[in-house]
């Protein structure tokens, strides 16, 4: 069963993170191109701040959840995702995919439903299984002064 699991996770994200999507907001990215992620995704888009930063949400009509973290001059600082699927990673992950696919080749220890890239410049954590995938992704030295990761959810 865990094998099974696994693989399950894998493969969502491997078809997830391959899957072409159009120019978007994403780690790194600027306001600016929001609403084409809001577009693919086919999603409404709530905004919601705290001090010095904005997130802006998006909820998909199957039930999925994506929020992008933004500092005050409007840069993408952090990425999330909850639901029965895995968005396209390429486009949320942006210019950071690359390393992120290189670091999941490779073998790693961990635990079967979860997967988690730690670099600098880059952390990357995500889980689940089938209809419950969840994930979150920043760059530590893009985060705003005193925000915690924990705070992305």
């Known amino acids: 069963m865990k094998l099974l699991q696994t693989t399950a996770l894998v493969a969502g994200l491997v078809v997830a993170g391959?899957?072409?999507?159009?120019?978007?907001a994403s780690l790194g990215?600027?306001?600016a191109t929001i609403e084409a992620d809001r577009a693919a995704l086919k999603g409404e888009r709530n905004v919601s701040t705290a001090t010095g930063y904005e997130v802006q949400e998006i909820a998909t009509p199957g039930g999925g959840r994506v929020r992008e973290y933004l500092t005050t001059d409007g840069t993408v600082?952090?990425?999330s995702w909850k639901g029965p699927s895995i968005p396209d990673l390429r486009q949320l992950l942006g210019t950071y995919y690359e390393r992120f696919a290189q670091a999941t080749a490779a073998p790693h220890a961990g635990r079967h439903r979860e997967l988690r890239v730690e670099q600098p410049g880059l952390v990357v954590q995500s889980g689940g299984r089938m209809r419950n995938f969840y994930g979150r992704a920043w760059d530590p030295q893009l985060l705003p002064p005193n925000f915690s990761p924990?705070?992305?959810?």
């Not at 391959?18 to 978007?24: M, S, Y």
């Not at 924990?150 to 959810?153: E, N, R, V």
Request: net charge positive.
């Open 29 to 31: 990215g600027t306001r």
């Open 18 to 24: 391959v899957a072409p999507g159009p120019a978007a």
């Open 150 to 153: 924990a705070s992305i959810s």
């Open 77 to 79: 600082f952090a990425v």
